[in-house]
Antibody, heavy 117, light 111 residues
């Protein structure tokens, strides 16, 4: 089970920080862990992911503003997005990324609705 | 504009069969990457519905099935039920993005 937490209102030009708490599985054991956001303008949009060994992969358009990190002691992973604008307002979901022949998002948090204003 | 193209809406009567298409390109589905499908009921998070070579997570009925051909994929729902009303999204890996892409979503209405 995944659960997002963090401020729901962020001012333009400031930093958005969200944390995903994971229960029922130790994130250090395996899988990729990631973030997806959803807005009426952009639909569902993969933002980035972090591997259980700490390796990261970011959406190219966000690479300069986005940082993902992991705290295995707390069994959490986090998102930090700097210099936000109104276009970053969206529902943010944390996800677990599993693999068959290719990767898919097999578990989703309930979402955190973030407004930029 | 999404990398994967889906029809905005489809509809069908209870008991009928509907198919939702997902058209990709040579950098995603056409490159051999599977299409996966998600169901999003209003006000809730997306839920994995079909993945890989037509596999379903535990609890998803076999009324839901996926297929792929060339640069496109399809989700078929048989025996439509009122509870199937939702938005459906396809997802794949894209080599141009070096990341995952989603379709724009299809709203299913059960008449």
């Amino acid at each position: 089970q995944l659960q997002e937490s963090g401020p729901v209102l962020v001012k333009p030009s400031e930093t958005l920080s969200l944390t995903c708490s994971v229960s029922g599985y130790f994130i250090s054991r395996g899988y990729f862990w990631g973030w997806v956001r959803q807005s009426p303008l952009r639909g569902l949009e993969w933002l980035g992911n972090i591997h259980h060994d700490g390796g990261t992969n970011y959406r190219p358009s966000l690479k300069s503003r986005l940082t993902l990190s992991m705290d295995t002691a707390k069994n959490q992973f986090s998102l930090r997005l700097t210099s936000v604008t109104a276009a970053d307002g969206a529902m943010y979901y944390c996800v677990r990324i599993a693999a068959a022949r290719t990767y898919y998002f097999d578990s989703w948090g309930q979402g955190a609705l973030v407004s930029v204003s | 504009q999404s990398a994967l193209t889906q029809p905005p809406s489809v509809s069908g009567a209870p008991g009928q069969r509907v198919t939702i298409s997902c058209t990709g390109t040579s950098s995603n589905i056409g490159a051999g990457y599977d299409a996966h499908w998600y169901q999003q009921i209003a006000g809730t998070a997306p839920k994995l519905l079909v993945f890989g070579q037509n596999k379903r997570p535990s609890g998803v009925p076999d009324r839901f099935s996926g297929s792929k051909s060339g640069t496109s994929a399809s989700l078929t729902i048989t025996g439509l039920q009122a509870g199937d009303e939702a938005d459906y999204y396809c997802q794949s890996f894209d080599t141009d993005l070096s990341g995952w892409v989603f379709g724009g979503g299809t709203k299913l209405t059960v008449l």
